[in-house]
């Protein structure tokens, strides 16, 4: 089994930061990409930030120069610095990963539980 298990929501003011973080556990021999969704209420989920396993990072444009997506390999970690939060980041996030279980296995996708991410006005 594998599981991505985040930490790190909560309830912040507008302009404030937070940290997510993610980590994977379990029956794992090779992460690949790694990345951070959200879900706001009566939204689709939609991407926030990834991560390939050699660093090359991506971002939401309404995100972009506000959160920082970054990984430890060795630690099988993935972490989301976010700054500068608006009311409008409002939602649950979630922790994604492809996983290779055993060398020879296809690349499978995993998703976390979901953490919750308030801001205030």
């Known amino acids: 089994q594998v599981q991505l298990v985040e930490s790190g929501g909560g309830l912040v003011q507008a302009g404030g930061s937070l940290r997510l973080s993610c980590a994977a556990s379990g029956s794992i021999f090779s992460i690949n990409a790694m990345g951070w969704y959200r879900q706001a209420s009566g939204k689709q989920r939609e991407l926030v930030a990834g991560?390939?396993?050699?660093?090359?990072?991506s971002y939401a444009d309404s995100v972009k120069g506000r959160f920082t997506i970054s990984r430890d390999n060795a630690k099988k970690t993935v972490s989301l610095q976010m700054n500068g939060l608006k009311p409008e980041d409002t939602a649950v996030y979630y922790c994604?990963?492809?996983?290779?279980?055993?060398?020879?296995?296809?690349?499978?996708?995993?998703w976390g539980q979901g953490t919750q991410v308030t801001v205030s006005s």
């Open positions: 991560i390939t396993r050699d660093g090359v990072t």
């Open positions: 994604n990963a492809d996983v290779r279980k055993l060398p020879l296995n296809p690349w499978a996708n995993y």
